[in-house]
């Protein structure tokens, strides 16, 4: 059974950073996922963050986070990264890890992620 378990959420003021792990059991990230980052506010439907093809990429952003976050994979703890610098209040949102088996498609909606996390809550204050 796949579980992905997200950390690393929490307060932070503009322009700092956080650091998102997300531990995947049931899956190996050595062989050929699409793992990711969704996140949502309330009120708001999910929004796609980042993506990257395991084990070795590449990883893709969307616009609103380009430059300012990084999706990685420790293979050697089967543990996807995001890395999130210079952040602002609009970054604030619940986060949540995504899996599907074998490539990532260019448009990445939900429905094509079979595997997500419980979420991690980042703020952002100004």
């Known amino acids: 059974q796949v579980q992905l378990v997200e950390s690393g959420g929490g307060s932070v003021e503009a322009g700092g950073s956080l650091r998102l792990s997300c531990a995947a059991s049931g899956l190996d990230v050595r062989t050929r996922y699409c793992m990711g980052w969704f996140r949502q506010a309330p009120g708001e439907e999910r929004e796609w963050v980042s993506m990257?093809?395991?084990?070795?990429?590449?990883?893709s952003n969307a616009d609103a986070v380009k430059g300012r976050f990084t999706t990685s994979i420790e293979n050697s703890t089967n543990t996807l990264i995001l890395q999130m610098t210079n952040l602002k209040p609009e970054d604030t949102d619940m986060y949540y890890c995504v899996a599907a088996v074998g490539l990532c498609v260019a448009r990445p909606v939900q429905s094509y992620f079979a595997y997500w996390g419980q979420g991690t809550q980042v703020t952002v204050s100004s």
């Open positions: 990257i093809i395991s084990p070795y990429g590449p990883s």
